[in-house]
Each structure stands twice: as structure tokens, then as C-alpha cells.
């Protein structure tokens, strides 16, 4: 691919959503590592899962590697769960705190592969860091579009 090219993700309507606590260390890691990347965002393979997790400033958003979409001509690969931090990083008392987040499921099935996520993504995330310890490089650009059903077009 080349840096110019720009991939596709959709966010199916919203299933469910709670909140939870994300532990500090995931937190902290995703934003070390996102620091080092050249890019507003990272791509984190989580390949024991086929899921591919994007870190944002403001979202982590996983997406399922074998789901797959098409609108308006355009195709992408879906988004089941996304994580959005409640505070600002500078809110944070300290780099102990842990972070609420909103975690919105856009699947129903998502609990265990949710269990899941919430390990493997930390250990992608430490795999990613031992190897890249200095600069990441991003070499796609993101488009997260809404993917509605027909029942709640605007």
C-alpha cells in the first residue's frame, strides 16, 4: 500500500454499550506507542484473535478481520466493539489511574470475544512495543464511516 491510499472501517448501528474500567497500564501503552507512531493513528494486529485494533487519541476501535461490508460502492471491514475513554488524559490524577471508558458493541455476541480483547489487546500491544522500541511508521491513511441500516437512514 502506499502512504496515500486510505482504508475503509464501518461502524454498524450500535448494539449495546456499557461502561468499565480500563486498566492503566493498557492505556498508557496504547498512547506510548501511538506517540511513537507518525501518524494520528496505529494499527495493532491482534492476530491471536484476527481482529485488528485501531488506537485513536480519543478511541480504540477493533475491528474483526473476517467481517466485511460494502455502501455506496465503497467497501470496509467492520467495527463490532469500540473503547472511548470518559476522561481527558489531563483530567487524570495520575499515570496509576485507571481510565473509564464507554464500550460500545455493535454485535450482539460480543461478551466473550469483549473478555477477550481486554488481554489479548494489551499483549499485541507489548509484542508491538518490544519490536518497535524507537519510531513506528503508519503507511495508510483511516476512514471510520457510519454504516446505517435502512431502517435508521436519515
Known amino acids: ?16 454499550c456499557q461502561q468499565e474500567r480500563l486498566p492503566s497500564q493498557t492505556y498508557n501503552l496504547a498512547h506510548i506507542l501511538l506517540n511513537r507512531c507518525q501518524s494520528d493513528h496505529l494499527f495493532v494486529p491482534i492476530r491471536t484473535m484476527q481482529y485488528l485494533a485501531i488506537i485513536e ?28 475513554p470518559l476522561l481527558s488524559p489531563s483530567n487524570r490524577e495520575g499515570l496509576d489511574q485507571h ?6 458493541f455493535y454485535r ?16 499485541a500491544m507489548q509484542l508491538m512495543d518490544s519490536r518497535f522500541r524507537d519510531t513506528i511508521t503508519a503507511d495508510r491513511k483511516i476512514a471510520i464511516l ?3 441500516s435502512p431502517d ?3
Not at 478511541?59 to 473503547?83: H, N, P
Not at 450482539?108 to 469483549?114: C, F, L, W
Open 1 to 16: 500500500m502506499s502512504a496515500s491510499s486510505t482504508e475503509s472501517f464501518f461502524i454498524p448501528d450500535q448494539y449495546s
Open 57 to 84: 487519541q480519543n478511541a480504540f476501535w477493533f475491528v474483526d478481520s473476517m467481517a466485511y461490508a460494502v455502501k455506496d460502492s465503497e467497501g470496509g471491514r467492520l467495527i463490532t466493539v469500540s473503547w472511548h
Open 99 to 104: 481510565m473509564d471508558c464507554r464500550i460500545n
Open 108 to 123: 450482539s455476541d460480543m461478551s466473550g470475544i469483549h473478555h477477550r480483547l481486554r488481554g489479548e489487546f494489551f499483549q
Open 146 to 148: 457510519p454504516l446505517r
Open 152 to 154: 435508521n437512514q436519515p
